[in-house]
């Protein structure tokens, strides 16, 4: 295993080109098993859990060929099962599941366990592809459906108690293109990466509108052919280096990135008093001392997203204020707090809401790294922190930031990589 260590106080400065996105990369190569044709998809990052995306693909039968973000997939001949080996190391496994059920009516996929940020339970994904008539069963831990008797469209409600579900939708969304007649998603997830999936299927030949708001039509078509592709700026990387460049830098330049999927994170950042320039695909963010604190709650988009929030625990570190970051998305989602309170961060967590006063100056200590997000925000902590700071298991980081150690390093951080 692998830790970064990170010599803390440095001011960062420069500029930094924001990865194409985890989140849309990972539904989109799942979808290419909608065709046997060949399907060419651009800008995927180079990250841990979008190498085991493409070797699932390889182990249901595709070919599949990767060169510098380019990753070009055929599923001539697949078969309906993936195995627990590969699906066990990564819960967004569970989105070829919807392909696979669309393409051969027909699919075995192992149970995802659950996670450090929570259960997380696939109940709704079940739930669409019942609406869609076919059978599915959960048995000594794999999902079997069943959907040789027809696929056939719905009107399907996937809200949930939590709000909508991401993977959900686009499970579903995957098995509706082929079903027959229309199916509608209400309550769907209307996150940016669901829509640049459904923006990849309509170049495959699928009839889908409404991707990007809470009720999606599709109307089912015979079969879908090849396509290209190119996956949009990862927002959730961008709004980690948005918060690098609030809590040290001297301005920090994002390039290639999409302002219009980050408003509640552009807007909190305004609201703490944070100059930013923003263009077409460009933010600059400046620092400034008497910064505010903030109060947020996580929601599902366009609302502040989850996947940002221990960035903003880390953020409000360094803000000399009281801020408070609720969370209903994954109510236990702060695995982070304990270790940024062993780098004397001052946090109070009560039930699902943090309250966390600004403190003077944070110090290095040995942290363990949790999960993706929490891990990136012991990062941005650790470059903030006088001292030194080993974060421990560091491969939770490689799942979803490509090369962070060495963009953070060009920015002027001191971090380096070493066998634990
Ligand atoms: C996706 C993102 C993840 C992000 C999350 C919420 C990918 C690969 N991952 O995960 O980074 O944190 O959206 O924005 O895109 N739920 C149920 N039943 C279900 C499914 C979900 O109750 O069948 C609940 C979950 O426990 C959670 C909420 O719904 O409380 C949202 O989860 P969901 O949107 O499904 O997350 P993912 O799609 O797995």
Redesign the pocket.
């Known amino acids: 295993m692998e830790k970064l260590i990170v010599h803390g106080g440095t001011t960062l400065k420069g500029s930094v080109t924001i990865s194409g996105s ?2 849309s990369s ?1 539904p989109i190569l799942a979808a290419t098993l909608l065709t046997k044709d060949v399907c060419t998809i651009r800008r995927v990052p180079d990250l841990s859990d979008t190498n085991y995306m493409t070797l699932i693909l390889a182990e249901l039968g595709a070919e599949v060929e990767r060169a510098s973000g380019v990753v070009v997939v055929e599923a001539k001949n697949i078969k309906s099962t993936a195995p627990y080996e590969l699906v066990r190391k990564m ?2 496994s569970i989105c070829v599941l919807g392909p696979l059920t669309g393409r051969l009516r027909e699919a075995k996929v192992s149970l995802p366990g659950g996670c450090v940020i ?1 259960d ?6 079940l739930k669409g592809l019942e609406g869609l008539s076919a059978v599915v069963t959960v048995d000594g831990g794999d999902i079997m459906v069943d959907a040789k008797a027809g696929l056939k469209g719905a009107v399907i409600n996937l809200m ?9 939708t686009d499970n579903v969304m995957m098995a509706a293109v082929l079903a027959e007649g229309t199916t509608v998603i209400e309550g769907a ?1 209307a ?1 940016p ?1 669901v829509e640049d999936l459904a923006n990849f299927l309509i170049k495959m030949g699928a009839k889908i509108e409404g991707a990007g708001t809470s009720r999606i039509v599709i109307e089912g078509v015979k079969e879908l052919h090849g396509a290209e592709h190119t996956v949009i700026p990862d927002r959730i990387e961008a709004g980690t280096f948005l918060c690098a460049g609030a809590m040290m830098s001297s301005g920090l330049t994002l390039k290639r990135v999409a302002p219009e999927h980050m408003k509640a994170v552009l807007q909190t950042l305004e609201g703490c008093g944070f100059p930013m320039e923003i263009g077409k695909d460009t933010i600059t963010i400046h620092p400034n001392p008497n910064a505010k604190g903030f109060d947020l709650t996580t929601q ?1 988009y366009p609302g502040f ?3 940002m929030q221990a960035q903003f625990c880390a953020l409000a570190c360094a803000i000399n204020d009281t801020s408070t970051i609720t969370e209903t ?2 109510p236990q989602r702060f695995m982070h707090v304990a270790e940024m309170k062993r780098m004397g961060a001052n946090i109070d967590l009560q039930g699902a809401t943090a309250r966390i006063r600004g403190v003077e100056k944070l110090k290095g200590a040995p942290v363990m790294a949790s999960d993706l997000r929490a891990s990136a925000a012991l990062a941005l902590a650790a470059i903030k922190a006088e001292g030194k700071t080993d974060i421990l298991r560091l491969y939770h980081i490689d799942r979803g930031y490509e090369h962070l150690d060495d963009k953070l390093s060009e920015l002027g951080a001191d971090v380096q990589r070493v066998k634990e």
């Open positions: 985890k989140n990972l819960r967004a929570g997380r339970p696939v109940d709704l994904h949930g108690k939590h709000g909508s579900t991401v993977l959900g997830a996150e990466e599902v997203p989850t996947d998305i994954f």
